[in-house]
């Protein structure tokens, strides 16, 4: 005779059978629900007009459209421009024109900005952004305001 678990006779079997099928689906609404939390819709952030208050208080304004994307620091009228190519839905590297070269020399040649939105709420993400030629990250919140 067979007395594994779930060939175990009458109530007894039937109610480990029945604790295996709920268990696995408390697995998969654990799974799906770490997934939703890890998985944010940034759809909304791959295009428009963002502010973002850095440290000590400046103000970038972010216009990305397609695959450009302009920065006007500290109400200048005059952009720097980056090239964006996303990676995946929340992540995108920023690969700067030549005229941040101009403004920037010291700006390695070969320098890549990589950055994840991590959250979303709203008109409102959380991004990570990364240097290829700088060990830190840095953290930044920007707001949807076209």
Known sequence: MNLSPL???????????????????LFILVALAVNACT???CSAFKNGTFKMVGKEGRVTIIKRYGATQKEYYDGSTTPTTFAVKWVDDCTYKLTPNADVFKKHPETPRDAVLTVQIVKTENKTCTIVSKFNFFPDTVMYQLVKID
Do not use: C, E, Q, T
């Open 39 to 41: 998985s944010p819709d």
């Open 7 to 25: 060939n175990l006779p009458g109530a007894i079997g039937n109610k480990l059978k029945s604790m295996k099928v709920n268990l696995s689906s």
